[in-house]
């Protein structure tokens, strides 16, 4: 089984920052990227930001260049979102993805966390 869990969202005034936190664990071979999505209300899920294993040329969501970092440890199995300069529409509920393989299967899956909220009040 893999579990990806989630920490550090919350509420936030417009302008403030927030870092998010994600860990992979259980039954895990290899990860290949790691990324951030969020959803809000009525809206459909967008990618945030990725990285792939090398930690090099990671992916931000035009919205967001400048003002959020992503980063990983693969030894840790973990990937962190720095958000700063946070705007009230960056308010969503923010996953966690993962795309890896088990020692059960060689074939890589996405897997997801189960999510965090994150609000910015103007």
């Known amino acids: 089984q893999v579990q990806l869990v989630e920490s550090g969202g919350g509420l936030v005034q417009a302008g403030g920052s927030l870092r998010l936190s994600c860990a992979a664990s259980g039954n895990i071979f290899s990860i290949d990227t790691m990324g951030w999505y969020r959803q809000a209300p009525g809206k459909q899920r967008e990618l945030v930001a990725a990285?792939?294993?090398?930690?090099?040329?990671?992916n931000y969501a035009d919205s967001v260049k400048g003002r959020f970092t992503i980063s990983r440890d693969n030894a840790k199995k973990t990937v962190t979102l720095q958000m700063s300069s946070l705007k009230p529409e960056d308010t969503a509920v923010y996953y966690c993805?993962?795309?890896?393989?088990?020692?059960?299967?060689?074939?890589?899956?996405?897997?997801w966390g189960q999510g965090t909220q994150v609000t910015v009040s103007s």
């Open positions: 990285i792939n294993t090398s930690g090099r040329s990671p």
């Open positions: 993805n993962a795309r890896l393989s088990t020692y059960s299967s060689s074939v890589y899956y996405n897997y």
